[in-house]
């Protein structure tokens, strides 16, 4: 299995292959998301859970997203973020 930094210097090249009939599965409801790498991680106190990890392109899609979706949703937020007050204090500023 390629490492994240692969399949990151590689989304390039697969976009430009294949972006025209990921962007009409998106429009149409079609895109379906590709199987989530599970692992686990150690908590603090001596147990595990798990951690999904999306592909890079889903990863990527969910943050194109995110990125359309947050000003309308939450404009307020998105304002102090651009205006350099950071995440945690646009948060607890509320």
């Not at 697969?14 to 908590?43: D, F, M, N, Q, S």
């Not at 000003?71 to 102090?80: K, L, N, Q």
Request: a positive charge.
């Amino acid at each position: 299995m390629n490492s994240y930094r692969d399949q990151f210097l590689d989304l390039g090249c697969y976009l430009k292959t294949h972006w025209t009939r990921i962007k009409g599965e998106l429009l149409e409801g079609e895109y379906k998301p590709g199987a989530v790498r599970k692992v686990e991680i150690p908590k603090p106190n001596g147990g595990k859970r798990q951690l999904g990890i999306p592909t890079v392109m889903d990863r990527l899609i969910q943050q194109a997203i995110h990125q359309a979706l947050e000003p309308i949703f939450d404009p307020e937020f998105s304002h102090r973020i651009a205006m350099g007050s950071g995440a945690v204090g646009a948060r607890t500023t509320r």
